[in-house]
Each structure stands twice: as C-alpha cells, then as structure tokens.
C-alpha cells in the first residue's frame, strides 16, 4: 500500500518546512508514504526549498493556475506514481500532521473511500465573524446538495482512496473543496468527517483577500453548486415560482373583470402573460438543463473507464 501525501503550492518558501517537517514517513497500514509537491507557478524559492526537505515528486504548473486546477493536477500525478490512498493538506501547516493517521484509518479499514477533517471552526481564533459564518453556511449547502453529513465542507484536509479520486472532477476554479463532496455525494462515494485539530496562523489566506471579495465568491460558489449540480430542482422552482405568480395574477384580474371592475386593471393581465411565458420558457430550461446533466454524468463514467484503464 502506497500513501502519497500532496501538498498544492504558491510561494510558500517560508512556511513550507514548517509544514514537511511534521509530515510522517512511516504509517502503519502503508508500506510507503511518500510526499508530492504541486507548484502552482511559484516565483519564490518554493520548489529548491522542498527539494531541500526531501520531497519526493514535485508537479510543476507552467504558470499560477489557482487551487482547484492545483489539486486536481496532483490527483492525476498521485494516481500517476502508483498511489492507492492520497492526502491532501496546505502548505501553511494549517492542519496538524498527526491527523493523517485520523485520515486514512477509515480508508484502511474499508469503512470509507473519502474522508474530510473537521475543523472546530467555532473555536478558531484567527478567523472572522463573517469567515466563520460562510464556513458553516457553505457546509450547509454543501450537505443539501450532495445529500451527506460533513460538517466542514471547506476543510482541504482529506484523504481518498484511488478509487475514488479518478472520479472526481473540478469545475470551478476557485476552489475544490465544496464541489468534490458534492460529486461524492452524487456518485455514491462513500464519504465520511473525523475532527482534527489546527495549528496556529501563520500568513493571512490567499482565498481570503479582503471580507467582500471572500462574501463574493462564497455566495458565487454556492450558486453554481445547485446550477450544476442541481439543474432541474434549481430552474423549475423559479420556473414554477414566476408561473404560479402569473397564474394568481390572471385569477385575479378574471375576478375584478367578473364583478365588474376588470377596467382599469389590464396592466395585471399584461403582467401575468409575461410572467406565464417566462414561468414557463424557465420550466423548459429546467427539463433541458436536466437533459445536459445526464450527458454529463454520462461523459464522467467514460472519464473514468478511460482513467482505470490508464492507472
């Protein structure tokens, strides 16, 4: 049994020992346990320091791509070099290496293919209000959309079996960690949570660059979470919503009309013709966006025979 530990990297030179030195070289259940690297254009002396530190494979980005395109570039490497179980943890030293062991039992022991580290977000002292408040609102998406129990949808630290990471695909380029739960989710990957503890801060976070660009991207994020993943509840409950609305409009107006007072209202019927067109044109959307999902899913199953047959 092979363990690779991966670890994405943008200009990190001057936690990144601080963050291998913890790192295990032997677990029990693993024959290896080797680490990977994946630079994601660094300009600083990121990639000398990790040689210096003993890595073992370094992924080399040609230039700075962001996180999401970072992990899913050191899956495909991991799977590449043999690896039958994969970690992933942050160059900053956030999360406590001890807790590898936590990771990866579960997968040992066949009780999970996935497995997501549970921060005490509550009690993290360097993080804001609002951070906090996005964490746990964002988790709670996550666990309606993909219909599992994970109480830190944001956390990067997590193990996979090989399995399950050749399943796994990354659309956003924000971030990876909300989209992946929510495939898991939606491929029945069995995915699980253990609590882990964190280490203290030691830079700000490069997600985080100031409180309304983190609000931003959190509410965008969230959005494209039930456009993709859940095309059909998403458009037809607008759909109905603008329908229902222009159907109790007409009711309306064909009441007033009745009684005699419909003079005067033939805005309202105006109204409720352009809210029953586009209520309706929304519910065909719906079935249309469901039509393009399939033929996604479809497109990841060859995906993923083309990736067993390649690792």
Known sequence: ???????????????????????????????????????????????????????????????????????????????????????????????????????????????????????PIQQIAHFSYIKKFFQEFGSWVVRLASHTNIPDATSGFRAMNSEAAMQLNVFNEYTYTLETIIQAGQKNLSIISVPISVNGDLRPSRLLKSIPSYIKRSIVTIFRIFVVYKPFRFFFVIGSFLFGAGILLGIRYLYLDFIGEGKGHTQSLILASILLGIGFQTILVAFLADLLSVNRRLLEDVQYKLRKMKY
Request: charged share 25%; aromatic share 4%.
């Open 1 to 119: 049994m092979k363990l690779i530990i991966q670890i994405p990297c943008y200009n990190e030179e001057r936690t990144l020992p601080m963050a291998l030195a913890e790192l295990p070289r032997r677990i029990d259940g693993f024959d290896v346990v080797e680490w990977l690297i994946i630079d994601d254009g660094s300009t600083d002396r990121s990639i000398e320091v990790a040689r210096e530190n003993g890595v073992d494979h370094i992924v080399s980005l040609p230039k700075h791509q962001g996180l999401a395109k970072g992990f899913m570039a050191g899956l495909d490497a991991c799977l590449q070099k043999g690896a039958d179980v994969i970690v992933n943890t942050d160059a900053d030293n956030q999360y406590c290496a001890d807790d590898i062991v936590k990771l990866t039992l579960p997968i040992l022991e066949g009780e999970a293919q996935i497995v997501i580290g549970a921060r």
